[in-house]
């Protein structure tokens, strides 16, 4: 129904900055919501931001906020989460998941972007 696909991640120093991508493809339309979410080893999934898909309006979690943008291309269905000022602690698995017209919850999830950060 919808494919959703991430890149963007590596290593990075602290401090340094990363820009991911989700490219959702598919039944596009459906769409509502798109969020990032991230995943440490041993930890939960944990939320950071979201997006209307057609409006525009953004959410950021206060864990993130002033440091984390998220952000779409309305051209081509492409959100980003602009990452900046990156510490160890940002370390773990990025992903993007959207909300749909006929879901109950986040129904579509991209396999994520490993983010590594060394000190």
């Known amino acids: 129904q919808v494919q959703l696909v991430e890149s963007g991640g590596g290593l990075v120093q602290a401090g340094g900055s990363l820009r991911l991508s989700c490219v959702a493809s598919?039944?596009?339309?459906?769409?509502?919501?798109m969020g990032w979410f991230r995943q440490a080893p041993g930890k939960g999934r944990e939320f950071l931001a979201d997006?209307?898909?057609?409006?525009?309006?953004?959410s950021h979690a206060d864990s993130v906020k002033g440091r984390f943008t998220i952000s779409k291309d309305n051209a081509k269905d492409i959100v980003y989460l602009q990452m900046n000022n990156l510490k160890p602690e940002d370390a773990a698995l990025y992903s993007c998941?959207?909300?749909?017209?006929?879901?109950?919850?986040?129904?579509?999830w991209g396999q994520g972007t490993q983010v590594t950060v060394s000190a």
């Open positions: 998941a959207v909300q749909t017209i006929t879901g109950t919850d986040w129904s579509y």
């Open positions: 598919g039944y596009t339309h459906s769409i509502l919501i």
């Open positions: 997006i209307n898909w057609r409006g525009g309006r953004a």
